[in-house]
């Protein structure tokens, strides 16, 4: 019997793309990468985990600033290659900046233009300690 996970089409490095979208305002939060354990993890438990490329180790979301990333749902795209969740970002944060989303940068005139206010400093959010 074929696991679900094997329907998924891991990358040379056994990763594959995760995109955490708002439930809500379906606004695109973040985009990251999944393992085979974070994205089972992430299923059994309903909390996003990922797999950190420059760590090169699993995280769970929020797990250095408490901005958990609760799951309602998760979607495997036509290729097998893309994993959606929609998802319930607590705090309103996403991004290690302390903005709401990672995508705060809009291209403007071939310059990228900052479009969102940082809703928390993130000195105050990880202790001095920037992270994921």
């Not at 979301?61 to 998802?87: F, N």
Request: net charge negative; with cysteine.
């Amino acid at each position: 019997m074929s696991s679900w996970l094997d329907e998924v089409r891991w990358d040379a490095q056994g990763l594959v793309t995760a995109i955490a979208q708002d439930a809500h305002s379906q606004r695109i939060l973040m985009v990251a990468y999944m393992n085979r354990e974070s994205l089972q993890l992430t299923a059994q438990t309903g909390i996003a985990h990922y797999f950190s490329r420059s760590r090169q180790r699993l995280w769970k979301k929020g797990e250095a600033s408490g901005h958990l990333q609760t799951v309602s749902e998760l979607r495997l795209d036509c290729d097998g290659d893309v994993i959606v969740m929609q998802i319930a970002q607590a705090g309103g944060i996403a991004c290690h900046t302390g903005r709401e989303s990672c995508l705060y940068r809009k291209l403007v005139d071939e310059q990228w233009v900052v479009t969102d206010a940082v809703l928390k400093d993130p000195d105050a959010i990880y202790g001095g300690h920037t992270g994921h």
